[in-house]
């Protein structure tokens, strides 16, 4: 199948197809560095956005495993944080499956870009979970807890703060112990932007008024949270799809369950952390931020796994589908 065909015009990221293991399309496109033409290389580190709850989801399962978390538990009672006025009853599941109700500090459905969360509130002030909580505390419930679905970023840095009072550990670090290390994901971290290792891309943000590319630096927060903002490679993802679904990280029945449908709307499936294309249940994870764009899909029955990721928030969800149309 001739992929290259498949591929946007001015598609800037990397793309990998793997059938049963195998890679059999993989290229990089367009520029890490746009002003100084260093180009994307198949090793290049790009932010991923939400794609991280997906680790935060495996962590969070991880932990109900070894038996110091409960599905069912309240986060009145795994947090000491003052809850002001969301509901101490919400669970850990309802966390999981965005059906909690708590406010969501970026509301998709009221508020149309990241970068808008800034104006206010600095953005290189948020360095970890906890620095987010500052954005939505103090607001209402939206709807009682189990109510209906609802894309929720707070709830998973909820959940990310879930991890640091069960472990002791800052939860990047304690994705790095138990997903990233195990699977050998050297090329996997929550960074800083102002502290970006070697084989970072840029991202980039095109202002139409000004007629040119600038970096998203002042549009996401610094440093990545429960919510997301992960930096990974294509064959890293790789590495943590064969660790998930070789059981190197949860028991195969947990995992089954973390790819099974939890909640849903009318457009979307949700497990733990990844979601599923309702038609045809293959799961998959994704990010989108200014500048940033992800997706990973894995069909389990055609072993067919496309991992998509852009610096320039190129349309990787149009070209993954257009991929999964062919392979039919």
Known sequence: MNYEALMDDDFSGVISIRRHGEVIFEKAYGYADLPNQVMNQIDTKFATASAGKAFV??????????????????IGDALSLELNSIDRGVTIEQLLIHTSGIPDYFDESVMNNYDELWRDYPNY???????????FIHKPMMYPPGERFQYNNSGYVMLGLVIEEKTGM????????????PCGMKDTGYYELDRLPARCANNYIYDTQRKQFYTNIYSVDVKGTGAGGVFTT????????????????????????????????HYDAYGYGMWLIKKNGIPYFQGCDPGVSFISTYS????????????????VWGINEKILEQEK
């Open 170 to 181: 800052p939860f990047d670090e304690y994705l790095q112990q138990v997903v990233f290390d």
């Open 234 to 265: 294509v064959v890293d993802i790789h590495k943590f799809w064969d660790g998930l679904l070789a059981g190197e990280l949860l028991p195969s029945a947990m995992v089954s369950n973390m790819l099974s449908m939890h909640s849903s709307d």
């Open 125 to 135: 002030k948020i360095r970890k979970s906890a620095d987010v909580l500052p954005l």
């Open 57 to 74: 989801a495996v962590a969070i399962l991880r932990l109900i495993e070894e038996g110091k978390l409960r599905f069912d538990e309240r």
């Open 300 to 315: 389990l029955q055609q072993q067919l796994n496309i991992t998509i990721m852009s610096n320039f928030g190129c349309n």
